[in-house]
């Protein structure tokens, strides 16, 4: 562990070292070698993946953002009622967004007392941390720069009030259904007392509101998919022509989830230099790159049990499109 920071109010540490740097390759040079090909949607965001999908929150078919935004601006003083909290820990925080629609009901409860964000950009963490304590005036921000996959159990102990760990935006669903409940049972055992999980989940609904919300008419979602093969040229020495492979984006019907992937439309031989790896592709080929599983409060329940949490309440939009969990330990 690197601290970064050890202020009166603010502290910052990173648990990231060079072989989490290395991440990419390994990541690379095992789904570029299995016989259906596969990137994990993370190396996404550098900088300009993170500008692409903030351009996607803006877009008139994605309503994911949205509508989990008017759930927590509706509901955040119930939520803070419901629980008690004092503290938000929020995995994966990005800009804090929705952390202030929390951090603002705690403060009207008169509960407000830390932030602990946890997110791979130390950029992100100390900006936020920077911003926050200037529009907070009572609040500490304790930082945490590692991936929530890897470094839950660096995150640190609980204050004296409820804590209240967010893993929103439907980021759950990227996960296959046995790494999905292994998260969620090393995040219930970061809860005690009266901690509390706040879990975002996209809702199974219409497969062209779906499909639409993934596969946009300006081409946005397209962009951002193709970025990985961009950050993979940069970062690893490789040659891909992003040009050459499509976006697709296929409602999984049987599996309830959304597939991102990336079609050759040529046959081609990609070289990646630093792992000195070459692969084919032939035309019509697809690479996944995300999945984005959708859900109904019967599989939120199951997965929940799974990890030894319970459904405590459950919040959701008129159109019941998108929902909140509270979850405790069972």
């Known amino acids: 562990m690197r601290a970064l920071l050890d202020g009166e109010r603010v502290r910052l540490d990173s648990w990231l070292t060079e072989d989490d740097?290395?991440?990419l390759g390994r990541d690379?040079?095992?789904?570029?070698?299995?016989?259906?090909?596969?990137?994990?949607?993370?190396?996404?965001y550098d900088a300009r993946g993170s500008e692409l999908f903030d351009q996607i929150t803006e877009l008139p078919e994605y309503y994911p953002t949205r509508v989990e935004l008017g759930i927590l601006s509706d509901r955040a003083d119930e939520i803070v009622a419901l629980t008690g909290a004092g503290e938000l820990v929020e995995l994966g925080s990005g800009a804090s967004v929705k952390a202030r629609i929390l951090l603002d009901a705690m403060?009207?409860?008169?509960?407000?007392?830390?932030y602990v964000p946890l997110d791979v950009s130390e950029s992100v963490v100390r900006d936020a941390a920077d911003q926050l304590v200037r529009d907070y005036g009572t609040l500490t921000v304790h930082g945490v720069i590692g991936d929530f996959e890897r470094?839950?159990?660096?995150?640190?102990?609980?204050?004296?009030?409820?804590?209240?760990?967010?893993?929103?935006g439907g980021t759950i669903g990227n996960f296959k259904q046995e790494p999905r409940r292994v998260l969620l049972g090393k995040i219930a055992m970061l809860l005690r007392g009266d901690d509390a999980l706040l879990l975002g989940t996209d809702l199974v609904k219409d497969r062209a509101v779906l499909e639409a919300a993934y596969d946009d008419a300006q081409g946005v979602t397209a962009e951002f998919n193709r970025n990985v093969l961009h950050v993979i040229n940069r970062e690893l020495d490789a040659d891909f022509v992003p040009e050459d492979f499509e976006h697709v984006a296929p409602f999984d019907a049987e599996h309830e989830w959304i597939e991102m992937r990336l079609r050759a439309t040529r046959d081609s031989v990609v070289t990646v230099a630093e792992l000195d790896l070459s692969v084919p592709f032939a035309a019509g080929e697809e690479m996944r790159t995300e999945i984005s599983a959708k859900f109904t409060r019967r599989r939120v329940?199951?997965?929940?049990?799974?990890?030894?949490?319970?459904?405590?309440?459950?919040?959701?939009?008129?159109?019941?499109m998108f929902a909140l969990s509270l979850a405790r330990r069972d």
């Open 151 to 168: 470094h839950l159990a660096e995150l640190p102990s609980r204050g004296g009030l409820p804590r209240l760990v967010a893993l929103l």
């Open 28 to 44: 690379v040079l095992a789904g570029l070698t299995r016989p259906f090909k596969e990137l994990p949607p993370k190396h996404f």
């Open 107 to 114: 403060a009207r409860a008169g509960t407000l007392s830390r």
């Open 21 to 23: 740097e290395r991440s």
């Open 301 to 320: 329940e199951d997965d929940l049990a799974a990890a030894g949490l319970v459904l405590d309440t459950w919040l959701t939009d008129p159109a019941g």
